[in-house]
Nanobody
Framework: QVQLVEAGGGMVQAGDSLRLSCAAS????????MGWFRQAPGKEREFVAA????????RYADSVKGRFTISRDDAKNTVYLQMSNLRPEDTAVYYCAAQPASFSSTLYYGRRQYSYWGQGTQVTVSS
């Protein structure tokens, strides 16, 4: 069983930066593919970013590519999402997700492919 807790959300102005963190307990994350999703009011939860075992492979939604960076620190059992040049359309609840995996190149992009989810953290970007 993996418990995930997100932190770092808040209210910022357009162009600002935030770093979200996802801390795990219960089991280590070293053998888990990790992902970030977000859900805006009235919309479905959408894929944001994913990172493979060891962190060598990453994937981003086109809407955040070049602005967001996902990283992991397995020694701290933590995953991060560095968000820069934030836009009002980035406003959403951001969720961390984990899925056990065996191969170092594996990435998951769909919310149904992840077994464990955090409670979410609110990010609000004002113009």
């Amino acid at each position: 069983q993996v418990q995930l807790v997100e932190a770092g959300g808040g209210m910022v102005q357009a162009g600002d930066s935030l770093r979200l963190s996802c801390a795990a307990s219960g089991r280590t994350l070293s053998r888990h593919v990790m992902g970030w999703f977000r859900q805006a009011p009235g919309k479905e939860r959408e894929f944001v970013a994913a990172i493979s075992l060891g962190g060598d492979n990453t994937r981003y939604a086109d809407s955040v590519k070049g602005r967001f960076t996902i990283s992991r620190d397995d020694a701290k059992n933590t995953v991060y999402l560095q968000m820069s040049n934030l836009r009002p359309e980035d406003t959403a609840v951001y969720y961390c997700a984990a899925q056990p995996a065996s191969f170092s190149s594996t990435l998951y992009y769909g919310r149904r492919q992840y077994s464990y989810w955090g409670q979410g953290t609110q990010v609000t970007v004002s113009s």
